[in-house]
């Protein structure tokens, strides 16, 4: 059997991201917006929608709005609001201290996983879930904390 049969991404609004920033942080904002459109992330995501449908895997996208870098993955807890520079954080409900971007991981797989079990939970025997499992379209699946 081949590996990851499910991929989980971020619904990340590209648009926003690219918007100018004002102040002291404008000259940062451009150098990330230059990297995010040299990086293509809309092409990246439609070529994952048209790979995974091609060979039978589930592209399971979360909701923009699930808190993956504010929750904590060990005990559940949302957390304060991240400045973009804090690169680790610690809960204040469990203690563990988080690295940013390997906290939001952890939490975008289980946050996927759940998504794809609710849907093929409810499909009858036999049949596989879609090839792009989309939170925004599921009817009350989305987390807040």
Known sequence: MRENQVLVVEDLS????LRPAKGKGRRRKAKL???ILDAAWGELLRQLRYKCGWYGRTLVIVDRFFPSTRRCSSCHTKGPRLDVSARAWTCEECGVVHDRDVNAAVNLRDEGMRLYWLVASALPPG?????VIKASELEDCVLTA
Do not use: D
């Open 14 to 17: 590209i648009v926003t991201l």
């Open 33 to 35: 917006s230059r990297s």
């Open 127 to 131: 049949r596989v879930p879609p090839p």
